[in-house]
């Protein structure tokens, strides 16, 4: 099953000229690269009619179960441009395994590790003229898959897509690598226990997009969501995980519970921050800790992190009721040289003594 061939459709590429102006400035989510990869499965035939096609519209029909019931995963991961031309992965298998996880959880089929990795890499192949030089740029890989079988009975489908999209972007956060301020989100929750909170699902958006906005009309770019059953133990933000470094080199941030996403950036960053001597706690983090800690001096920092922001520095934490804000002294001094020393695994300037880059092969010269 996983040596399935793929079925190569050749789009009309857009002019070169046109390509490189949207480089210039990808923004984040708004171009798409000129092809997609589509593979079907059924409970039947299993995975079967993989396709490199030209990007645009599907076809649905209006029972599709994904439209009604929201089962649909999806991942998130990026190619670079390193200094040589050459473009890479970061860990890709990684997110294949995750998306297996998320499928358990919804109900939805396992796809060989082995045939995801190829599926982005075969994208990345095709639309390599795609993937941005300029500085932190690079192309965003937006594996997902979808129950799409016309049935409005509830159960799980026995026909599912699996797709890939790429996008070119630039920094997620406009304005540099800015501290945010986040909001402390009392009246909304993101996951309960044995809910869907691991899983990197489209439902868990969904909830998180009025919170969103209220975080917005408190002055703050992104959301905390604390544990629904305690209001004081943070879980993460909407679409990131969250590190505070504490002065006497240690770095804390929630234990993988159930209700939070197990992030490969999250992971990485431990592994980082420990081969620098740094010890890591994994645990359950306070609200009230956070604050005592910043005003008995013991934590120095917070950021969040996330494939699309790779590091983000925290300035505040907003609520109602208390602000904890780090001034002048965020973006902090170890934030940095952490996202600096990931950016350059990724971008190859620093050596990736974990093996967790896969080179890509160009396909061919588009025109
Ligand atoms: C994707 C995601 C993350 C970050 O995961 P990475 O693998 O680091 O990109 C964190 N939290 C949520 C809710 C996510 O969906």
Not at 224 to 246: H, S, Y
Not at 351 to 361: K, N, P, S
Request: with cysteine; glycine share 10%.
């Amino acid at each position: 099953m996983t040596d399935l061939t793929f079925a190569f459709t050749e789009a009309e590429r857009l002019p070169a000229a046109d390509r490189d102006a949207i480089l210039e400035n990808p923004g984040f989510g708004d171009h798409f690269t000129d092809h997609m990869v589509s593979i079907t499965w059924t409970k039947d035939a299993g995975w079967h009619d993989a396709r490199v096609m030209p990007y645009g519209p599907i076809a649905m029909d209006p029972a599709s179960s994904v439209l009604h019931y929201g089962q649909e995963i999806f991942e998130g991961l990026k190619a670079y441009r390193r200094a040589d031309g050459s473009i890479v992965t970061f860990r890709p298998e990684e997110n294949a395994r995750r998306l297996n996880e998320s499928a358990t959880r919804l109900a939805l089929p396992q796809i060989p590790v082995e045939l995801f990795v190829e599926a982005t890499k075969q994208l990345v192949a095709v639309d390599a003229e795609w993937v941005p030089s300029g500085a932190d740029q690079s192309l965003y890989i937006r594996p997902f898959m979808i129950a799409d079988e016309s049935f409005l009975g509830v159960r799980a489908a026995q026909r599912a897509r699996f797709m890939v999209i790429a996008s070119p972007a630039g920094p997620y956060f406009s304005g540099g690598v800015k501290p945010v301020s986040i909001w402390l989100s009392q009246d909304f929750a993101r996951a309960g226990h044995g809910g869907t909170g691991a899983a990197k699902c489209g439902g868990n958006y969904a909830a998180s997009l009025l919170p969103q906005n209220v975080a917005a009309e408190n002055g703050c770019q992104q959301v905390l969501f604390t544990d629904a059953d305690n209001p004081d133990v943070i879980d993460e933000l909407g679409g990131m995980n969250l590190f505070l470094v504490r002065g006497d080199s240690t770095l804390v941030t929630p234990a993988l519970n159930g209700n939070i996403l197990p992030g490969i950036t999250r992971k990485s960053l431990i592994q980082l921050a420990q081969d620098r001597g740094y010890a890591v706690e994994e645990r359950a983090v306070t609200v009230t800790e956070w604050r005592e800690g910043v005003a008995d001096g013991s934590i120095v920092e917070a950021f969040a992190c996330g494939t699309a922001a790779v590091i983000t520095p925290i300035g505040q934490l907003k609520s109602p009721d208390f602000t904890i804000d780090f001034g002048d002294r965020a973006p902090g001094e170890f934030t940095l040289s952490l996202r600096e020393e990931l950016t350059g695994i990724q971008y190859g300037s620093r050596e990736d003594r974990h093996g967790w880059l896969e080179e890509i092969t160009a396909l061919g010269a588009a025109v």
